[in-house]
């Protein structure tokens, strides 16, 4: 039973390697966002209490300028220029050829951000062709009733 | 013997249920408020509507302006006064949206366990379960890894490094919440790199309901002729 009990915990052990350096990313200074959002969240309170007012003062200033402060509305553009905020070669990582295209389009032709998707795309497509010579020939051979076998 | 079969088929039926449960609707409401290195900022605030079935994501927006945002499939149309005022080619966002994550259970792994990333290592420390994600080695050079961290279970970080292990974004998912069985982080925090400048962005949800009946309309919200 204990050499069952050690070679768990040993398992464990290598499994649930320990590393400090990696968990530090997670970490994020929430004062200093809560900073830089203050005059927003000020904003956001005053549009929560007065909400037709608040609109009011945008339609008559003719833009989306409210309390001196400019306002852009795409919710989707995540804090960046990328599709999301998520790097290009993730988008040409998980969508292939199509998200290499997408990324041409959604950031207006930026050729680093199509590079990027690219280099992504690369073992989408090594992917693909393995999938579709190995798996997808073997399969259709083996099941294709009209293809005799040795073809 | 009749006892026994009657009590395993019981519990069986009540397994099947609990883990066959599908979801496919979320509704609520948001606010994202962000600011960019470069000055701009970003108070948004409205209505989300998304039907994993449907696959349309629908922000509609009372602040600052009414508009209404739907990405479907490839397609991002901007919409005011029933017009589509802009589309814009995008990637399918819906399908990498916080909404799809958690009704498909892959808010884990963001999605990652179809991608052409791999699992390099697995690290525990303090309350975090780490999940490095590694690109193949042929893209070593260009790209880098996503790191992944869960709390008790549920999503807690994303890091997002280039090839030379530079951090480009992090994100952030906090104030869970257990919505008729769906863990959904009510909180949201994007920090993006622009050099040696932060970008914030904070998205805050409330109100959120899990598999409305009603309001069709709004998931499957019609896009005008554009």
Redesign the interface.
Known sequence: MKKFLLIISLFLAAYLKVSANEADLFSYNKVAVQTALSDLSVLESYVIEHPALAIVNVTKSGSLMINGIELFTNPFMGGGDAPLGIPAFFWGCVLGIIGVAIVYFATNGDMNQVKNAIFGCIPWVVVWIIWYFLIYDVAKTVTNPYIAPGY | MKKFIILFLFNSVIFLNITGQKFYRINGE???????ADG??????GKFYYDKSIQKLV?I???????T?V?VD?N?Y?IANNKVIAR??????SL?SIFHLALTSQINNY?LKN???TIS??????D???T?WQ??S??SK??GK??I?NKSNTL??I??L?SKSK??????FENYQNVSGVEFPMEI????Y?GDKE????TSYKNVVIDETTKNMYFDFPIPAY
């Open positions: 948001f606010t994202i408020k962000g600011k960019t701009k900022n970003q108070l948004t605030m922000y927006s009372n602040f600052p302006i009414d508009e945002w990405s490839t991002l901007k814009y080619s995008s990637p399918p966002l990498f999605g991608s052409a990333f290592k697995v690290e525990k420390q303090n975090m379960v780490i490095t690109p193949p042929s893209m260009i790209t996503v790191l961290s807690f970080g890091v997002f280039d951090v480009i974004k992090k994100q952030f925090t994007d920090i993006t622009t970008n914030y962005q904070v």
